[in-house]
């Protein structure tokens, strides 16, 4: 019997290999319904060659277009309240042009955190510490191309296949 040391989990072992990407020429109301749609948390935002140019998250759509929206609705309740209707309707049908007209590229995080293929857990976990906002992480080869993702519940799931925290009678 030899005693070897255990394999090193790598980020390629516990990472999400199928990713769903976007351009960043998509509408912001597209890539909101996928990353509804599907319950995901963030999307990596890559060129045509796959190369990560950024991430769109959650916390990008909530935080970048509620300011908008909130002057928004403050131009709408200041020409309300000033009874100036037409100039209500013509704020509304402005600010709605506006928002829909917003793309990826005008929200998204143009610097995201990224790990390497080859890097070990401890880095992703450390990642996860470090980074309190950042879910998912892309993984990327050599040439920055996504090849994967990982996110907090990649790195959980190891727990629940150990079947931690079940209650068996």
Same mark, same amino acid.
């Given at each position: !019997?030899?005693? $070897?040391? =255990?394999?090193?989990?790598?980020?390629?072992? &516990?990472?999400?290999?199928?990713?769903?990407?976007?351009? =960043?020429? !998509?509408?912001?109301?597209?890539?909101?319904?996928?990353?509804?749609?599907?319950?995901?948390?963030?999307?990596?935002?890559?060129?045509?060659? +796959?190369?990560?140019?950024?991430?769109?998250?959650?916390?990008?759509?909530?935080?970048?277009?509620?300011?908008? +929206?909130?002057?928004?609705? $403050?131009?709408?309740?200041?020409? &309300?309240?000033?009874? $100036?209707?037409?100039?209500?309707?013509?704020?509304?049908?402005?600010? /709605?042009?506006?928002?829909?007209?917003?793309?990826?590229?005008?929200? !998204? +995080?143009?610097?995201?955190?990224?790990?390497?293929?080859?890097?070990?857990?401890?880095?992703?976990? /450390? /990642?996860?510490?470090?980074?309190?906002? &950042? +879910?998912?992480? =892309?993984?990327?080869?050599?040439?920055?191309?996504?090849?994967?993702? &990982?996110?907090?519940?990649?790195?959980?799931? =190891?727990?629940?296949?150990?079947?931690?925290?079940?209650?068996?009678?």
């Amino acid at each position: !019997m030899t005693d $070897q040391a =255990p394999k090193k989990v790598l980020v390629r072992d &516990v990472m999400t290999k199928e990713v769903v990407s976007i351009s =960043p020429d !998509m509408s912001i109301f597209e890539a909101a319904k996928i990353i509804s749609e599907h319950n995901f948390d963030g999307l990596p935002v890559t060129d045509k060659e +796959n190369h990560i140019i950024g991430i769109l998250t959650e916390y990008d759509l909530i935080l970048r277009t509620s300011t908008a +929206n909130a002057t928004f609705l $403050q131009k709408i309740l200041s020409e &309300v309240y000033s009874k $100036q209707t037409d100039k209500a309707r013509d704020a509304v049908e402005e600010n /709605a042009r506006e928002i829909s007209s917003l793309k990826v590229s005008d929200i !998204m +995080n143009r610097e995201p955190l990224v790990l390497k293929d080859d890097a070990a857990f401890d880095e992703v976990i /450390a /990642a996860f510490i470090t980074h309190h906002r &950042v +879910n998912p992480i =892309p993984i990327v080869d050599s040439d920055n191309k996504v090849v994967g993702i &990982v996110s907090r519940f990649d790195v959980l799931r =190891p727990l629940n296949l150990l079947g931690y925290g079940s209650h068996k009678k």
